[in-house]
């Protein structure tokens, strides 16, 4: 049981560090997130607010579709306003989620259309591409460092000012996350395994100090056994040790399988002590059962030559038992104790004189 | 001999093993699991400059400077006032178209270099600094300093200061004028950093010696009537003075020699100031620099029964048609200037550093 209890621990172990492995690559999180925004009719000029491409970080990639080449123009904040002025366009304001843009329409009800939109004194950089047009963030939060750097700048689209300024935008930031369970998982598991090996290195010496333990608690059971001469009240003496579960006689019954006695109604008594023998033959009780010596009992444990069962006084009048012969059932026996019945009930009424070692003061 | 029987865990030990470990694991992914990805921050826009930033950049700028250099070399070629849009504006503008009307009328195709190559004056194409308005309200203005192109290992100390507009959002920057430093004269040396910008002046402003209004109409002035306005000596002595009263009075000279003085013509030349055409821009010193536009008439009259003869073929009489006047002569310029106006307090008079002037009518009779 220990041994599979190891077993176990060991497996549930090996479980969480597969958790955890299994955590880090194939159930990994995203190494990246997109928020995009299709944009439908938003005017010919689309603007994207400061700071929008830093939501993520200032590292990432931004597409714009177009329905033609686009143009990304910088410029002063306020000057991109200014140039606007009067006309319908779409502004990206900030990420709703991390997945979308969230957007404002601007003048609804103003132009549509631009004049060479490319072309203004107040834009600092232009650069026209076919559409889609990719935006390094690295690099253009670069751009805003150094002297005279406009930091946080908007970013206008246009395309030929007559269509629509973008048909998409979509920002890309790298994602630098992991399951926050994966360490437990490696530490729970390595625990467990690390607690099931060592119970099965114990399980498998199992000697030294438990095993001393074991054999003077077998010894005890052994003794209540003796006093009982039934194989349930070893087993109720072993349970007797404060709530502790039964001991497993299967271990006992195994061991001894080769010394089984094959009456098994038969129950062999102990030897008689000395003095209660004599003290017998003074009443004429004849002994001439097997001594126990090394027969064993019901349940297959061998009896100490020290166990010794006392029976009644035989009188005059009743008749000397015979001796049993093999397949008969004495009438002299007591009968076997049912399961739960205290084991004094059961015995005769005899002085019960338990033979005892010899008076240290006779022996001088 | 009986062998040692291995004693097993009690029930409960392992129950509370199995149990604690189950609760580790199950610990450990629910804590995964209650784990929500958060919401996007709001966008940050930075923290704003402590001083204010230019409008423009040199880059920009340079774009100008090239676009109206450029414009101008093509309509000078072509002779076509309508090519100067976007970029050449106002008194510039008027004075280029009057000049292509007047050269139209030449009849010397020949000399035509020779006669009239010095009017058609250009700021140089290559930005050497600029200095430019802080403020994002329009209009906005900017005073380029730019040099002629030279042959490759050459400097040319000579520049041309630009003067630069822009209306609105949607207007381009341009110009109406531009004006060459005088020979002899040095530039301001606290031209305002170029990262920093400049605070815009008008003619109303303060802290100076004089209002630029009031500088204007001195120079002005002292160019019609000579020093004598000048009773306090503000105005430093500057070459274009000097070269349009020495023309006027060699003129004068060869006019009157041999004449008697009752018959001699007369020759004067008034200049007026052309207020729409004004930029300032302060300078750290607190002074600043003011462009603005003369525009001046010079009138030679012929006394009564006098006749006035060229000896000689002149862009004069190539235009007016005939080397022989009986009343008079007018002759009409603009000219763009550059005045440097000192910090109020200061000891330092108002000096005139640049002007440009072209030739814009001639009519005789």
Redesign the interface.
């Known amino acids: 049981?220990?041994r599979l209890?190891a077993l176990?621990?060991v497996l549930?172990g090996l479980?969480?560090l597969v958790l955890g492995r299994l955590?880090d690559t194939v159930w990994a999180p995203a190494t990246e997130t997109t928020?995009t925004v299709q944009l439908s009719d938003p005017g010919p000029a689309v603007v994207i607010?400061?700071?929008?491409l830093?939501?993520?970080g200032t590292e990432g990639e931004v597409e714009i579709t177009g329905a033609s080449d686009v143009s990304v123009i910088t410029a002063?904040n306020?000057?991109i306003d200014?140039?606007l002025?009067g006309t319908h366009y779409t502004r990206i304001?900030?990420?709703?989620?991390?997945t979308t843009l969230s957007t404002e329409e601007v003048e609804p009800e103003g132009e549509d259309e631009l004049s060479n939109p490319t072309?203004?004194?107040?834009w600092?950089t232009v650069e026209t591409s076919p559409s889609p047009v990719t935006i390094d963030v690295a690099d253009f939060a670069a751009a805003?460092q150094g002297?005279?750097a406009?930091?946080?700048r908007a970013i206008l689209l246009v395309t030929d000012g007559t269509e629509a300024g973008a048909q998409s935008v979509s920002i890309t930031w790298p994602v630098d996350d992991e399951?926050?369970?994966?360490p437990?998982?490696y530490?729970?598991?390595a625990?467990?395994a690390i607690?099931g090996l060592l119970l099965g290195l114990v399980?498998l010496t199992?000697v030294g100090r438990?095993?001393?333990?074991?054999?003077a608690?077998?010894i005890e059971d052994e003794e209540e056994l003796a006093e009982d001469g039934s194989p349930e009240a070893v087993e109720d003496g072993a349970r007797g040790e404060e709530g502790?579960?039964p001991v497993?006689l299967d271990?006992?019954a195994a061991?001894d399988a080769a010394g089984e006695d094959d009456t098994p109604d038969t129950v062999v008594l102990a030897p008689v002590e000395p003095d209660l023998a004599a003290r017998a033959d003074e009443q004429g009780l004849v002994d001439d059962r097997e001594p126990a010596g090394a027969e064993e009992d019901a349940l297959g444990a061998p009896r100490d030559e020290d166990d010794t069962d006392v029976l009644a006084p035989v009188t005059d009048e009743d008749p000397a038992p015979s001796a049993p012969t093999a397949g008969e059932t004495t009438d002299v026996l007591p009968p076997t104790v049912a399961d739960g019945q205290d084991q004094t009930d059961v015995l005769p009424s005899v002085q019960d004189e338990e033979p005892t070692a010899q008076d240290p003061e006779e022996q001088r | 001999m009986t062998r040692p029987t291995p004693r097993a865990l009690p029930a409960l030990s392992r129950r509370r093993l199995v149990g604690g470990a189950g609760a580790l694991l199950a610990g450990g992914l629910l804590a995964a699991c209650a784990e929500e990805p958060g919401t996007p921050p709001a966008p940050s826009t930075g923290t704003e400059s402590a001083t204010p930033t230019p409008n423009t950049t040199e880059e920009q700028l340079t774009a100008f400077v090239t676009a109206v250099n450029d414009q101008l070399t093509e309509a000078d070629e072509e002779r076509d006032a309508e090519l100067l849009a976007p970029r050449v504006v106002g008194s510039a503008a008027t004075f280029r178209e009057d000049l292509y009307e007047l050269i139209g009328r030449a009849e010397n195709e020949e000399d035509f270099e020779d006669n009239w190559n010095q009017e058609f004056s250009r700021p140089g194409p290559t930005l050497y600094t600029a200095l430019t308005s802080t403020s994002a309200e329009f209009p906005r203005v900017a005073i380029a300093l730019s040099t002629p192109e030279v042959a490759e290992g050459e400097d040319s100390t000579v520049f041309s200061f630009l003067a630069l507009r822009q209306e609105d959002a949607r207007s381009p920057y341009t110009t109406w004028g531009w004006a060459q430093q005088m020979d002899g004269v040095e530039i301001p040396e606290k031209l305002p950093n170029a990262l920093t910008g400049s605070e815009p002046v008008g003619l109303e402003a303060e802290g100076l010696l004089m209002t630029p209004k009031d500088a204007l109409a001195l120079y002005a002035k002292v160019l019609s009537d000579g020093n004598g306005p000048d009773s306090e000596d503000q105005l430093a002595p500057n070459p274009y003075q000097d070269t349009v009263h020495d023309q006027i009075q060699a003129e004068r000279a060869s006019l009157n020699e041999d004449v008697e003085e009752d018959e001699a013509p007369t020759v004067k030349e008034v200049y007026e100031v052309v207020e729409d055409d004004l930029l300032g821009l302060r300078l750290e010193d607190g002074g600043a620099i003011v462009m603005s536009t003369f525009t001046s008439t010079r009138t030679l009259t012929i006394r009564a029964d006098a006749t006035l003869s060229y000896d000689e073929e002149n862009p004069i009489t190539d235009v007016l048609g005939t080397r022989e006047l009986t009343d008079e002569l007018v002759r009409t310029y603009g000219t763009t200037v550059a005045l440097y106006i000192p910090a109020e307090g200061s000891d330092a008079q108002i000096q005139p550093i640049a002007a440009t002037r072209i030739i814009t009518g001639v009519e005789g009779s």
């Open positions: 049981m220990q209890l176990l621990l549930l479980i969480g955590g928020a607010d400061p700071g929008v830093y939501i993520g002063p306020g000057d200014d140039y002025e304001t900030g990420a709703s989620d991390w072309d203004s004194d107040l600092r805003e002297d005279n406009q930091p946080a399951n926050e369970w994966v437990f998982a530490a729970g598991g625990a467990l607690i399980s199992g438990r095993g001393r333990e074991d054999d608690e077998e502790t579960a497993d271990d006992a061991a």
